[in-house]
């Protein structure tokens, strides 16, 4: 058996799982093996675990390796590969061990915040989307892991754990501006620990027996809060939903993405309410900029000194002076029409990335707006020069 190369015993446990042709291979290469793990790890202990993974992964292997493999380089680089992932494993390890030491070292010496963020978590809560929400209530309130968050959500692990930071950030910016600092491992600590309170032990059982009894056992009352809130609260909200829209959109404190990265990822964020203020200010502000300009020039005092423009000797001549103005201003607003579509379009581009999650801008959509915004008011700037550059020719005398 030993004769064999190292080709010929792996045919044959592949194709009739000999467990002599295996043991041969073992025994022939587990000394390279294990020295490529000793060096690496430096622990006998874990140099043997790392032995043994490669020989198992070779045995899962052996079907798909190639008939020309040099099994001696293959098991080097493996070892290899798997000693390394040990080392990086273990640094892991005692990282998270440290970090923990430290949070609880932390946790030991953190103020006691709960008593200012009390009054505004809820109201803090419900300015996050649905599904950050959902992610904050299942692991503070319900104290379910991050996979079983993760599994209600319909997401992986890693990407509830992003979303959770996330949330915790939001939370953090809300508290912030209403005067109380803190860190979101803070916050994290002080929801978890004091965010649920034991109710009555006689109150599940009145429930219970309440619910089953649909309300009646109250008189009613119950019952009829229950339903005629829902009622009474759609009603208002569908007659009064153009201002429960711009109520929402200057009062709400939602924290949301106002500004992007060139890759498209939010780098600063502001309360709805501040955003809604910014845009209406700039929103307004950059057209009028240009509808400022055009009336200046038509009603206010203009010369050849003041408005510098080609053949201004015969364009601001003082019979040609009004329909000069007159051209200028109509040029103008078109520019403030154009500021006005570029403002609303970025608004709707940022209210768009801000319904992704995360938050998300398309920066290729942003440049080809801001593009055809600079090559619209290109043209209406070249249309005036062009037309000012222009002095009409009298007609010649053919007598």
């Not at 020989?55 to 099994?71: H, Y």
């Not at 059982?205 to 009613?220: D, N, P």
């Not at 109509?330 to 319904?355: D, E, K, V």
Request: with cysteine.
């Amino acid at each position: 058996m030993h004769d064999l190369d190292d080709n010929a015993l792996l045919r044959e446990y592949v194709a009739q799982g000999s467990e002599e042709a295996f043991a041969a291979l073992v025994s022939r290469h587990i000394n390279q093996v294990y020295s490529v793990a000793l060096r690496h790890t430096r622990n006998p202990h874990r140099a043997e675990e790392v032995t043994q993974s490669v020989f198992v992964l070779l045995a899962e292997k052996s079907s798909f390796l190639g008939k020309g493999v040099i099994l001696a380089g293959w098991l080097y680089q493996t070892a290899r590969l798997s000693a390394l992932n040990s080392v990086r494993g273990e640094i892991r390890r005692a990282r998270r061990e440290q970090e923990a030491q430290m949070q609880i070292i932390v946790n030991e010496s953190k103020p006691d915040v709960w008593p200012q963020i009390a009054p505004l978590l809820d109201a803090a809560i419900s300015c996050l989307s649905e599904t950050d929400r959902e992610a904050v209530v299942l692991r503070f309130f319900y104290e379910k892991s991050m996979k079983e968050v993760g599994e209600s959500l319909g997401k992986s692990e890693n990407a509830a754990t992003v979303r959770l930071h996330r949330a915790l950030e939001k939370l953090r910016r809300y508290f912030m501006n209403h005067g109380v600092n803190s860190t979101t491992d803070i916050i994290a600590g002080v929801i978890s620990s004091h965010c649920i309170q034991a109710a009555p032990a006689t109150l599940a059982s009145a429930v219970t027996v309440l619910a089953v009894a649909k309300g009646t056992a109250s008189g009613g009352t119950i019952l009829a809060l229950a339903k005629g809130g829902g009622t009474n609260a759609l009603t208002w909200l569908k007659t009064t939903t153009f201002a429960a829209i711009l109520a929402n959109g200057f009062l709400s404190q939602k924290i949301v993405a106002t500004h992007f990265n060139f890759a498209g990822n939010p780098d600063y964020w502001m309360t709805q309410s501040q955003s809604a203020l910014v845009w209406f200010l700039v929103g307004c502000g950059f057209p009028l900029f240009f509808v400022a300009i055009g009336y200046s020039v038509r009603f206010g005092s203009i010369s050849q000194r003041t408005f510098n423009i080609p053949n201004r000797a015969y364009w601001l001549a003082p019979e040609r002076m009004g329909a000069t103005s007159a051209y200028v201003l109509h040029q103008y607003l078109w520019l403030a029409f154009y500021a006005a579509i570029f403002m609303l379009a970025q608004m709707l581009l940022q209210i768009q990335a801000n319904h992704q999650s995360p938050p998300h801008l398309s920066t290729p959509l942003a440049l080809g707006i801001g593009g055809c915004f600079l090559a619209a008011a290109a043209v209406r700037v070249g249309a005036m020069l062009l037309h000012f550059s222009r002095v009409p020719t009298a007609p010649k005398d053919h007598r």
